[in-house]
């Protein structure tokens, strides 16, 4: 079984910094690419960030520039720095990890999501 578990949120004024940090366990073999999702109320499912397990990244237009994408692969943890916060960044993070698990399976999977609110 995989468990991924996100941790970090909160509420912070505009201009303000938060760090998410995702760490997955169980019955891993090997994780892909890793990446943070958010959902604003009344809106669809984003992708904010990727990283392969290269190092390769992707950001959305929205937060270039802003936040950063790390991981570390030998605690398979995820994190997410973010910078000059905005109130339109304010949504649920849910953590995401395309992984083989130590039975061989492919497969995504998601973290419970964490909210982040940006407000004065």
């Known amino acids: 079984q995989v468990q991924l578990v996100e941790s970090g949120g909160g509420l912070v004024q505009p201009g303000g910094s938060l760090r998410l940090s995702c760490a997955a366990s169980?019955?891993?073999?090997?994780?892909?690419?890793m990446g943070w999702y958010r959902q604003a109320p009344g809106k669809e499912r984003e992708l904010v960030a990727i990283?392969?397990?290269?190092?390769?990244?992707n950001y959305a237009d929205a937060v270039k520039g802003r936040f950063t994408i790390s991981r570390d692969n030998a605690k398979n943890t995820v994190y997410l720095q973010m910078n000059s916060l905005k109130p339109e960044d304010t949504a649920a993070y849910y953590c995401?990890?395309?992984?083989?698990?130590?039975?061989?399976?492919?497969?995504?999977?998601w973290g419970q999501g964490t909210q982040v609110t940006v407000s004065s």
């Open positions: 995401n990890a395309h992984l083989i698990t130590a039975t061989m399976t492919r497969g995504d999977y």
């Open positions: 169980g019955s891993i073999f090997s994780i892909n690419h």
């Open positions: 990283i392969i397990r290269a190092g390769s990244t």
